[in-house]
């Protein structure tokens, strides 16, 4: 079938059963009476019956026309033989009404309940015009109340609908920032209580070559046991509050919430996954089911979805999730807080979300993150640059907890940091900006000028923009604020070494508004140009050197940037201006006067 049917559709097919089966013996019964062959007469009821049905199941414009004139006509020559037989057509009447949707009503109750009795009047003279068309009118008035009564169903089922979704979308709003809520506490409780024990473990070991008494360092060793204990403790704390949720691999948590959509939805939703599955980062696992529950929310409130298929292919490089409705699309250029959401949580994790769509065609949904895994087969060897003694074992000691991370050095100012670069050779710099001697700034352009392969992470308390762009134009790869959180800070530090380039959120922000300030002097013409397809200022400058025929990598080495990142910025801008490679994207550009 081509549509869902409810109980009132089986209540119109038995009508019409019914209606049709009754003409049918009554014909055979009075067939010497007929002018046609009886076989015509049948044929002709066949077609009554199925026709009219037909467009009402494939093209309802086509209907109530076929209705009238094929079932109308049948009624006719029957009522022009027995004027009594115009009564079969009070059933058709009654279906005509109950159809007649988008005030058709207007024309279909006059031509049935006015028009039709005066024909048969002219072919049954002794037929009363006045008494067929008042029980006409009120089989059709029946019919009507009936379809009011489908219509009020109808917009009732389509509340509860609506109801079930909201109701799905918001239990998982309510488990989700739960399992949230948990995580921020865990983190909290690991980076402050777990830092300040820490901190206090180290303070007192320090304390160790000044005191001389037995009694002394006794009582410093009961302090020490007792601050690793508590310590103990709070991890303890902490591995019970983590949601269990988060505990799922990837692929078992989407099922689950595919399975647990599909059941308070009411729609079909088709889960594949391809590839082997391999472990992702909890930042990543959060970007993609928050992705999959926005898109299959929108699917059903916004498109009016009825099946759904969700695709999650593991592959070498990234993690790519589908989402590909039925249902109606979406307006070109809508975009709600939470399509907005799902962008910003991937471009955070250097990755992509892309929303492809047309008018009654459904919606495609995309979600590329790239792989974000622990490092198990190898250690990142890391070098910590601080002024502050205490920050520097502080990092130490929280970096050391992770398996794949090592600090193979320390530096209180950039030129000790430079020297210990050429003994130790770090795959990665943690640097300050603020130190004597050498700041943070001089250092890292001196080590990338002598070790272009190292990678080099800001990670400072300051929020001057300035400083953050001179920091980014002398080749650093990262930029964050020392008040992120620890437990993060192991996952950016595998991002950037991966040639991934990261910037704290807040920072972003600031450093693109600066960016668009400093640009304000450039050729009006060409930025309302670039206005028209909502290109920013960074995909417009990747856009110039795409024109000049530079491959990602070069274009990333000039604007200090990663390959991964120049890619990202190049496909936004590729999609923003409908084109499919590069080669597209120069033509379409410059007819835009969108390259100088």
């Not at 599955?277 to 992705?291: D, S």
């Amino acid at each position: 079938m081509v549509k869902r049917w409810y109980w009132y559709d089986w209540l119109m097919f038995i009508i019409r059963l019914i209606c049709s089966i009754s003409l049918v013996f009554t014909t055979i019964e009075l067939k010497e009476y007929f002018t046609l062959p009886i076989v015509a007469l049948m044929l002709w009821q066949l077609i009554a019956f199925s026709v009219p049905w037909l467009c009402l199941q494939l093209d309802y414009k086509y209907y109530l026309f076929t209705e009238i004139v094929i079932s109308g006509g049948l009624c006719l020559y029957l009522a022009a033989f027995f004027p009594q037989a115009y009564f079969s057509f009070l059933l058709y009447a009654f279906l005509i009404a109950a159809h007649s949707a988008q005030r058709t009503y207007l024309w279909s109750g006059p031509v049935s309940i006015l028009l039709l009795p005066a024909i048969i009047k002219l072919f049954a003279e002794q037929s009363e015009y006045w008494v067929m068309a008042v029980h006409i009118g009120m089989a059709y008035v029946f019919g009507f109340s009936f379809h009011l009564l489908v219509l009020n169903f109808r917009q009732g089922e389509v509340i509860r609908d609506q109801n079930a979704v909201l109701e799905q979308y918001l239990s998982q709003i309510e488990r989700i920032t739960l399992a949230e809520e948990r995580n921020r506490l865990s983190k909290e409780l690991h980076d402050t209580v777990g830092h300040a024990y820490t901190s206090l473990i180290m303070g007192l070991e320090t304390l160790r070559p000044e005191l001389t008494t037995e009694t002394g360092t006794e009582r410093l060793e009961s302090l020490l046991n007792l601050g690793r204990q508590n310590m103990e403790e709070v991890r303890n704390y902490v591995h019970q509050i983590e949601s269990p949720h988060e505990a799922l691999p990837l692929l078992q948590s989407l099922r689950k919430l595919a399975e647990e959509f599909q059941e308070h939805a009411k729609v079909t939703v088709r889960f594949h996954a391809y590839g082997e599955e391999y472990p992702v980062t909890k930042q990543a696992k959060t970007a993609l089911y928050r992705c999959l529950q926005e898109s299959l929310t929108n699917a059903v409130r916004h498109g009016n979805s009825t099946e759904i298929k969700v695709s999650v292919q593991f592959e070498p490089q990234q993690t790519r999730l589908e989402i590909q409705d039925n249902g109606r699309g979406m307006e070109q250029g809508r975009e709600g807080f939470g399509l907005s959401a799902m962008k910003e949580r991937a471009m955070n994790l250097q990755g992509h979300v892309a929303v492809y769509t047309e008018p009654g065609e459904g919606t495609l949904v995309t979600c590329t993150l790239p792989r974000q895994t622990e490092l198990k087969d190898e250690v990142i060897r890391l070098l910590v640059v601080d002024d502050q003694p205490f920050i520097r074992e502080s990092l130490r000691t929280l970096l050391e907890e992770q398996q794949d991370l090592q600090v193979v050095g320390t530096a209180e100012d950039g030129e000790q940091a430079i020297e210990l670069c050429r003994q130790v050779q770090p795959q990665l710099v943690l640097m300050d900006l603020e130190m004597p001697n050498m700041d943070g700034i001089a250092a890292s352009r001196r080590i990338k000028e002598l070790w272009p392969d190292i990678r080099i992470l800001i990670l400072t308390t300051f929020e001057d923009t300035r400083q953050a762009l001179e920091a980014m134009r002398s080749g650093v790869d990262g930029y964050l604020l020392k008040s992120m959180q620890p437990l993060e800070l192991a996952e950016t530090i595998r991002t950037v070494y991966r040639r991934g380039t990261l910037i704290d959120q807040g920072m972003s922000h600031k450093l693109f508004a600066q960016l668009e300030a400093d640009n304000s002097g450039d050729d009006p013409s060409l930025i309302k140009a670039s206005s028209a397809y909502e290109l920013t200022p960074r995909e417009l400058e990747i856009l110039q050197f795409v024109s000049k025929g530079l491959r990602y990598k070069s274009i990333a080495s000039k604007l200090y940037l990663s390959d991964g990142t120049v890619r990202n910025y190049a496909s936004s801008a590729y999609m923003k201006l409908g084109v499919r490679n590069r080669e597209e994207a120069v033509q379409k550009a410059r007819e835009a006067g969108l390259l100088e």
